[in-house]
T-cell receptor, first 114, second 114 residues
Framework: KAGVTQTPRYLIKTRGQQVTLSCSPI?????VSWYQQTPGQGLQFLFE???????NKGNFPGRFSGRQFSNSRSEMNVSTLELGDSALYLC?????????????FGSGTQLSVL | AQSVTQLGSHVSVSEGALVLLRCNYS??????LFWYVQYPNQGLQLLLK??????LVKGINGFEAEFKKSETSFHLTKPSAHMSDAAEYFC????????????FGKGTRLSVIA
């Protein structure tokens, strides 16, 4: 069974641009969560989607948004990029039930904002 | 609200020595606790989890952790370190097994010296 796939693996953008990251969950998983990982702040929860609906949202500005498609694939978008948005963005998927006990992470997208 | 404190951002041990990574949590309700490992350029992999069953939890790769309510701790141990254990380790807490997001500690980088 394929794991969680995140594309692209690396991205370089400049301030003010926008970026879209993609996450394909494990087959059959309907929940997708996004986390931001930085050296200073560690891992911080961005949002979670289940059946195309956002169930939870972390404490991030409105520049960060996401969506989930009917095939459970998810995208997150960051508009008007700032230097502080440079981070590893991790996606995790889980089955319908017991979300936290069965959380599988992708390898992440490393975003660098110049 | 839940929080996690990992004591020591960097721990160094000799190959064959005991590994002890410390995690203290704060939770207003009985917690669910997790340890994840992250190898370079990879996502997070679940090592073990405490979900209110046995207080001594055994995980993969010879790791185990003991839940101590009186000390609000969930320290990770391994009797004998291997070079392949060098990675970053994250402790996480959540109040339930459902979709309440995980709160992660800042991580502890483990180095193993030959």
């Amino acid at each position: 069974k394929a794991g969680v796939t995140q594309t692209p693996r690396y991205l370089i953008k400049t301030r003010g641009q926008q970026v879209t990251l993609s996450c394909s969950p494990i087959s059959g998983h309907r929940s997708v969560s996004w986390y931001q990982q930085t050296p200073g702040q560690g891992l911080q929860f961005l949002f979670e989607y289940f059946s195309e609906t956002q169930r939870n949202k972390g404490n991030f500005p409105g520049r960060f948004s996401g969506r989930q498609f009917s095939n459970s694939r998810s995208e997150m978008n960051v508009s008007t990029l700032e230097l502080g948005d440079s981070a590893l963005y991790l996606c995790a998927s889980s089955p319908e039930a017991q979300t936290n006990e069965k959380l599988f992470f992708g390898s992440g997208t490393q975003l660098s904002v110049l | 609200a839940q929080s996690v404190t990992q004591l020591g951002s960097h721990v160094s041990v000799s190959e064959g020595a005991l590994v002890l990574l410390r995690c203290n949590y704060s939770s207003s309700v009985p917690p669910y606790l997790f340890w994840y490992v992250q190898y370079p350029n990879q996502g997070l992999q679940l090592l073990l989890k405490y979900t209110s069953a046995a207080t001594l939890v055994k995980g993969i790769n010879g790791f185990e952790a003991e839940f101590k309510k009186s000390e609000t701790s969930f320290h990770l141990t391994k009797p004998s370190a291997h070079m392949s254990d060098a990675a970053e380790y994250f402790c996480a807490v959540t109040p339930n097994s459902g979709n309440t997001p995980l709160v992660f500690g800042k991580g502890t980088r483990l180095s193993v010296i030959a």
